[in-house]
């Protein structure tokens, strides 16, 4: 990881332990980070593990690709050195949430292997759980909820994961979701009783 920039800064430590707060919530502070092809389903179901989570009365939070690309990360496009550096504010980001206690969700395509270890080695260890969303290229394409693969197969739109641009599987993902053929619900479902069954909640 690169140093900081700027040298005149010193880290601040907090007077709140993390098991102080972990006690305080009942529950354990995680990133879930869904990865997977475009229009694979990753927001839905991330939005759905957070009602359901809600429901327990956890503390959740998503962070969403495409809603980080309206603010904090607007201003990178989708080069490689953009994706990578809009994976390693996500990382960051995340890594504060689940300082703070949430279980954050996060739903991002992130293409790269290297992107998404680096996510993970700013987490504490443990606390970074990789979920590949597992809907093949046919099933997205024939999705395609944005026409995004119709764009890309017509030329009109560069550098589309999948199409033009690669990504590259997990070799050991925490939990592998396969979609097709179920519901949404079951999905999601599939996600709270991994959580329930490594201890991040009750």
């Known amino acids: 990881m690169s140093e900081p920039t700027s040298k005149n800064i010193t880290w601040h430590g907090a007077n709140v332990t993390t098991e102080e707060r972990e006690g305080a ?120 909820p944005k026409g995004l693969y119709k764009k890309a197969r017509a030329g009109t739109l560069p550098e589309f994961t999948g199409i033009s641009a690669p990504y590259e599987e997990p070799l050991a993902a925490e939990l592998k979701l396969v979609t097709e053929g179920r519901t949404v619900d079951e999905c999601a479902r599939e996600i709270v009783e991994h959580l329930a069954s490594n201890g991040f909640i009750a």
């Open 25 to 144: 919530l009942d529950q354990k502070g995680v990133v879930i980070w869904l990865t997977g092809l475009s229009a694979s389903g990753k927001s839905t179901i991330a939005r759905r593990v957070e009602q359901l989570l809600l429901e327990r009365r956890v503390f959740t939070y998503v962070l969403d690709g495409d809603n980080l690309r309206m603010g904090l990360n607007k201003d990178l496009g989708f080069s490689p050195a953009d994706r990578t550096e809009n994976i390693r504010r996500v990382g960051a980001v995340a890594q504060l949430f689940a300082d703070a206690g949430a279980v954050v969700l996060t739903a991002f395509i992130s293409p790269y292997r290297a992107d998404r270890d680096q996510a993970r080695s700013v987490n504490t260890k443990g606390r970074f759980h990789e979920v590949f969303v597992a809907t093949s290229l046919e099933a997205c394409e024939a999705r395609d």
